[in-house]
């Protein structure tokens, strides 16, 4: 299918865990996004990538490690889960004109 | 601070009605500024984008607006419907992206 996929969808994990979230994009895009919702705040960028090997730091960066091999796939890594990870979590592409098109999103509960 | 603030946090409104929300923003400097729409469940999905020199843009029965000398943008949602029951969220470009915390717009019957 075409567009921008996340998963797994749901996911709960225990405190210490390393857990790793799938961000996959079929449009080529060089820039992709993570980021993460929680209640109250807007949405807060984890990391970023603006092409395969090439990634920073956003505005949350801390607990978190990415990867980008291939220019499809994005995933994010929680190295030792914590509960103040419990969050919605959005993988995005940007396409033309600087749109982003965003994931269905991955809800993590850690315990 | 968060440099983009929404307002009402909340709304509820009938079938029908029309409504407006609110986006004030501080960041600078500025290059566009984008209205999603985010269902529950679902990741958001642009409306509208605005650049400096648009004061006013349309999407069906969605109509933002933007006034970049004060700083504000509002939209404008005309006879809602039940399906626009969602979120909505201001987005404002500069150097990087800054969300706002989203307007939770409820139509009921």
């Known amino acids: 299918d075409a567009g921008i996929t996340q998963s797994p969808r749901y996911k709960i994990t225990e405190t210490g865990r390393q857990v790793t979230l799938m961000c996959h994009q079929t449009w080529s895009h060089s820039y992709m996004f993570w980021y993460r919702q929680d209640l109250g705040h807007g949405l807060r960028l984890i990391y970023y990538?603006?092409?395969?090997?090439?990634?920073d730091k956003g505005e949350v960066p801390d607990g978190y490690v990415v990867s980008r091999s291939k220019t499809e796939n994005f995933p994010l890594t929680l190295e030792s889960a914590t509960r103040s990870q419990t969050s919605v979590y959005f993988c995005?592409?940007?396409?033309?004109?600087?749109?982003?098109?965003f994931g269905p999103g991955t809800r993590l509960t850690v315990t | 601070k968060n440099q983009v603030e929404q307002s009402p946090q909340s709304l509820i409104i009938l079938e029908g009605k029309n409504c407006t929300l609110q986006c004030n923003y501080t960041v600078s400097p500025f290059s566009n500024l984008r209205w999603y729409k985010q269902d529950t469940g679902r990741g958001p999905v642009s409306l509208t984008i605005?650049?400096?020199?648009?004061n006013t843009k349309s999407n069906g029965r969605y109509t933002a607006t933007l006034d970049a000398d004060t700083k504000q943008s509002s939209l404008h949602i005309t006879a809602s419907q039940l399906s626009d029951s969602a979120s909505y969220i201001c987005?404002?470009?500069?150097?990087?992206?800054?969300f706002g915390a989203g307007t939770r717009l409820t139509v009921k019957p």
């Open positions: 987005v404002v470009s500069g150097r990087d992206m800054r």
């Open positions: 990538s603006a092409a395969a090997d090439i990634t």
């Open positions: 995005a592409s940007r396409g033309l004109a600087d749109e982003q098109y």
């Open positions: 605005m650049t400096f020199s648009e």
